[in-house]
């Protein structure tokens, strides 16, 4: 694999680590009324813009997102790691070119931040949502999120998120076990909230109420009404910082096919 689609995927990989990282950190804090907000990862990127450099930071944000959806666009039509092209092949590039458009849209919305054209996270309302047309695609959206929770819960549970790693070549034990411990973590939390998200959306197709787009500061509101709301809550966001160290170590120690 070129070295510079390798650079391009590792700075990906960091600029999805902060998103996560300040996403989780932020409503943790909320979580225990220590000054944070519950937010979205769209959320994340007033947050960056009113801190010291703000400006240059987004600036670099915006970059390495962009770098992380060119490394999914890159997996969905090159497909470096030979996935192959059969059904389940065929399922993940499709979910590589669908997280590619995602972050790319993070990317453009970190710079409409920069240029102060953007809002805080949060629902956005859209008109054309509104009537079947809104419950059908609410409903599209919930089944899919539970597919990805099933997903990401498989993915954790079988300990395979490990062999994108040269793992019996980290020496230091620390390090194989912050890399164990922060991705099953992590990705668990992620299973949380993509389960919530479906929750939500399936609800609210089912209520007829479409017009806001749900985002993962919604999930958390779900979480916080609940029994124990605070500490579950707060437990889901500590995960998702520890799914952005994880980005971080992947960042580092990823193996990529030569």
Same mark, same amino acid.
């Given at each position: 694999?070129?070295?510079?689609?390798?650079?391009?995927?590792?700075?990906?990989?960091?600029?999805?680590?902060?998103? =996560?990282? @300040?996403?989780?950190?932020? &409503?943790?804090?909320? #979580?225990?009324?220590? $000054? *944070?907000? %519950? +937010?979205?990862?769209?959320?994340?990127?007033?947050?960056?813009?009113?801190?010291?450099?703000?400006?240059?930071?987004?600036?670099?944000?915006?970059?390495?997102?962009?770098?992380?959806?060119?490394?999914?666009?890159?997996?969905?039509?090159?497909?470096?790691?030979?996935?192959?092209?059969?059904?389940?092949?065929?399922?993940?590039?499709?979910?590589?070119?669908?997280?590619?458009?995602?972050?790319?849209? =993070?990317? @453009?919305?970190?710079?409409? &931040?920069?240029?102060? #054209?953007?809002?805080? $996270? *949060?629902? %956005? +309302?859209?008109?054309?949502?509104?009537?079947?047309?809104?419950?059908?695609?609410?409903?599209?959206?919930?089944?899919?999120?539970?597919?990805?929770?099933?997903?990401?819960?498989?993915?954790?549970?079988?300990?395979?998120?490990?062999?994108?790693?040269?793992?019996?070549?980290?020496?230091?034990?620390?390090?194989?076990?912050?890399?164990?411990?922060?991705?099953?973590?992590?990705?668990?939390?992620?299973?949380?909230?993509?389960?919530?998200?479906?929750?939500?959306?399936?609800?609210?197709?089912?209520?007829?109420?479409?017009?806001?787009?749900?985002?993962?500061?919604?999930?958390?509101?779900?979480?916080?009404?609940?029994?124990?709301?605070?500490?579950?809550?707060?437990?889901?966001?500590?995960?998702?910082?520890?799914?952005?160290?994880?980005?971080?170590?992947?960042?580092?120690?990823?193996?990529?096919?030569?």
């Amino acid at each position: 694999m070129n070295s510079k689609i390798k650079k391009m995927a590792r700075a990906g990989y960091v600029a999805k680590g902060v998103v =996560y990282g @300040v996403t989780g950190l932020l &409503t943790f804090m909320a #979580a225990f009324n220590m $000054g *944070g907000t %519950k +937010t979205g990862q769209k959320g994340v990127f007033k947050f960056l813009e009113d801190q010291p450099f703000g400006n240059a930071i987004l600036i670099l944000m915006a970059i390495g997102l962009v770098c992380y959806s060119g490394w999914r666009f890159y997996q969905s039509t090159k497909d470096p790691e030979n996935i192959g092209s059969h059904d389940k092949g065929k399922i993940k590039r499709i979910g590589f070119f669908i997280s590619g458009l995602i972050y790319l849209g =993070y990317a @453009v919305y970190a710079i409409i &931040t920069l240029i102060n #054209a953007g809002s805080s $996270g *949060g629902g %956005k +309302t859209f008109s054309f949502l509104s009537g079947n047309f809104g419950i059908f695609v609410f409903v599209v959206i919930g089944l899919s999120l539970v597919g990805v929770c099933i997903f990401q819960i498989k993915k954790a549970t079988s300990g395979k998120f490990l062999q994108k790693f040269n793992y019996k070549s980290i020496t230091e034990e620390k390090r194989r076990k912050v890399i164990k411990n922060t991705g099953y973590l992590g990705i668990i939390s992620r299973a949380v909230i993509f389960g919530v998200m479906a929750f939500v959306f399936l609800r609210a197709a089912y209520r007829s109420n479409t017009n806001d787009i749900k985002t993962t500061a919604d999930a958390f509101s779900f979480l916080q009404d609940s029994a124990y709301g605070a500490w579950l809550m707060g437990l889901v966001a500590a995960g998702l910082v520890l799914y952005g160290i994880f980005m971080f170590m992947t960042a580092k120690y990823r193996r990529f096919q030569t």
